[in-house]
């Protein structure tokens, strides 16, 4: 089994700045693959951000892009979410995902995630 543990999450004005933390445990050699995902009230979930541990690569939805850093620490099976210039469509339900991914091509929001935390909330005030 693997456990995906959040961190952070809160309010900030707009304009500001947030980090997320995701610690994953148990089963952490299938976490190769991990992303953020968040789902505001009423409305479906969308990708933020994705990376693939085994390598460099790194998908960010055009939304973040510039905006948000994603980063990985492998040794501590973490996966960082730095949100910066933060705008009030940025609220949501922020969710840390994971799954095994053989290739980086597989490392997409296509492919479902199996493994996902228990989400933290994230509030842009304008």
């Known amino acids: 089994a693997q456990v995906l543990t959040e961190h952070g999450g809160g309010s900030v004005q707009a304009g500001g700045s947030l980090s997320l933390s995701c610690v994953a445990s148990?089963?952490?050699?299938?976490?190769?693959?991990m992303g953020w995902f968040r789902q505001a009230p009423g409305k479906e979930r969308e990708v933020v951000a994705i990376?693939?541990?085994?390598?460099?690569?790194?998908f960010y939805a055009d939304s973040v892009k510039g905006r948000f850093i994603i980063s990985q620490d492998s040794a501590k099976n973490t996966v960082y979410l730095q949100m910066n210039t933060l705008e009030p469509e940025d609220t949501a339900m922020y969710y840390c995902?994971?799954?095994?991914?053989?290739?980086?091509?597989?490392?997409?929001?296509?492919?479902?995630?199996?493994?996902w935390g228990q989400g933290t909330q994230i509030t842009v005030s304008s």
């Open positions: 995902a994971a799954r095994h991914a053989l290739y980086d091509i597989y490392c997409t929001e296509r492919h479902p995630f199996n493994y």
């Open positions: 990376t693939f541990l085994g390598g460099n690569k790194i």
């Open positions: 148990g089963n952490t050699y299938n976490s190769n693959c």
